[in-house]
């Protein structure tokens, strides 16, 4: 990498995080007076809090729950990755909840996934609910939710937000409890002002973007969305549903908790496309699809993302996690020969599809214009052809530069 180009963000007029790599073009993003981001800032008030306070008010609703003696306790929504095993030795091992574990499964496990998910369910020996859409079902609303939302993973959002809703009025489960803070990574809330209050639709807002009946098409019927449908607020209320992150009453540490869960209950590691972490979403095999998306959209992915938590937490300099963030966001991932075949589109196709939804947004930085002269000037100042693997880097109108 030349010296000119060493340390600086991948789009030069971009506005960025004075403390870390997270841009403009972030759904929700908020800076400061100083510009700095609110993720920033809340990682800075993390320092602050009062944890055994916390930690306290996290015991009274427990206790709360604990006291209504019903079939169980609460509910996890697990996929076996890091944060639900970490939730379930917490909650079980040091509170002794009876905890129903509830997961919708993307049907896209790796096999890392699959062994992960199984361990913990043995590990902990807990009752556990899960729900597999038919495949042809994810095939077609992967090709839908491109269209739709500029992401490849629609069915995985809605699904994740709905199914647990769906178990906990049936079972008649008031207590549902994620993991991380909002606070951790997406900024939308921080520690000084948590989102507590409960949002029935707030995975859709978020992730999913649509509704169940936005996804029907001529080749998606009304019938088959049950499992994205999420349960009328009359259910809810009559059940008094509510939910909770660990992560706003307990210390959250990622790295530290990985190794915990790795060392202490066999989970296990592994390569995940698009980021230099080999635990964040470990086990989906679409997840580089899905940050590659991203990237193609909004100019940054989970490199981003994972670059940005590191300099927050004194492990990366701001320049190396640019350089870092560069490398993993703008790789083409391998899994994106799959995503093609089961979806149906080209790679032409799916490169004008996101360039459609990348203009959308409307954002200056991230034009035609821009955005393929971004990828020129990082092409250009990379070492070597051999370092680019021959991988071709995307254009604005899915013509790819050579290298």
Not at 53 to 69: F, N, P, Q, T
Not at 198 to 213: L, M
Not at 256 to 281: A, I, L, N, P, T
Not at 313 to 340: I, N, Q, S
Request: hydrophobic fraction near 35%; charged fraction near 30%.
């Amino acid at each position: 990498m030349s010296d000119s180009t060493y340390g600086k963000p991948l789009f030069a007029n971009m506005k960025y995080c004075l403390r870390c790599c997270m841009p403009e073009s972030n759904e929700g993003v908020l800076f400061d007076e100083m510009g700095v981001c609110q993720a920033c800032q809340s990682a800075e008030q993390k320092m602050r809090i009062d944890w055994v306070e916390r930690e306290a008010e996290l015991r009274g609703i427990l206790d709360h729950y604990k006291g209504l003696k019903k079939d169980y306790d609460c509910i996890i929504p697990i996929s076996g990755g890091k944060d639900s095993t970490f939730q379930l030795h917490v909650l079980t091992k040091i509170y002794g909840m009876r905890t129903l574990a509830v997961t919708f499964s993307h049907t896209w496990f790796s096999e890392t996934g699959k062994y992960n998910l199984q361990n913990c369910l043995d590990k902990f020996d807990i009752d556990h609910v899960m729900f597999s859409p038919s495949r042809k079902l994810v095939d077609k609303l992967a090709r839908q939710s491109l269209l739709k939302i500029g992401d490849s993973c629609w069915h995985c959002h809605s699904g994740v937000g709905a199914f647990p809703l769906q178990v906990a009025v049936k079972y008649q489960i008031p207590l549902l409890i994620w993991g991380e803070s909002l606070a951790e990574l997406s900024g939308r809330s921080s520690y000084r002002n948590p989102i507590r209050k409960f949002d029935r639709d707030y995975f859709t807002k978020v992730s999913a973007k649509r509704y169940p009946e936005e996804m029907v098409c001529d080749e998606i019927t009304l019938r088959e969305m049950s499992a994205f449908r999420l349960p009328s607020v009359e259910d809810i209320e009559a059940v008094g549903v509510i939910g909770i992150n660990l992560g706003d009453f307990i210390f959250w540490d990622d790295e530290r908790q990985m190794e915990f869960v790795r060392d202490v209950y066999d989970w296990r590691e592994d390569k995940v496309e698009g980021s230099y972490k080999r635990y964040k979403s470990v086990e989906c095999k679409m997840a580089g699809v899905h940050d590659y998306t991203k990237f193609l959209k909004r100019g940054f992915g989970r490199g981003t993302d994972h670059a940005s938590v590191d300099v927050r937490t004194g492990l990366l300099t701001r320049a190396e996690a640019f350089e870092l963030a560069k490398k993993h966001d703008t790789e083409r991932p391998d899994a994106l020969d799959w995503y093609l075949q089961i979806s149906g589109f080209t790679e032409e196709e799916f490169r004008t599809v996101m360039a459609e939804h990348r203009r959308a947004l409307n954002i200056d930085h991230l034009s035609d214009e821009s955005f393929t002269a971004a990828m020129e000037r990082y092409r250009q100042g990379r070492e070597t052809p051999a370092s680019a693997k021959n991988k071709p880097l995307p254009t604005a109108d899915g013509t790819p530069i050579a290298v």
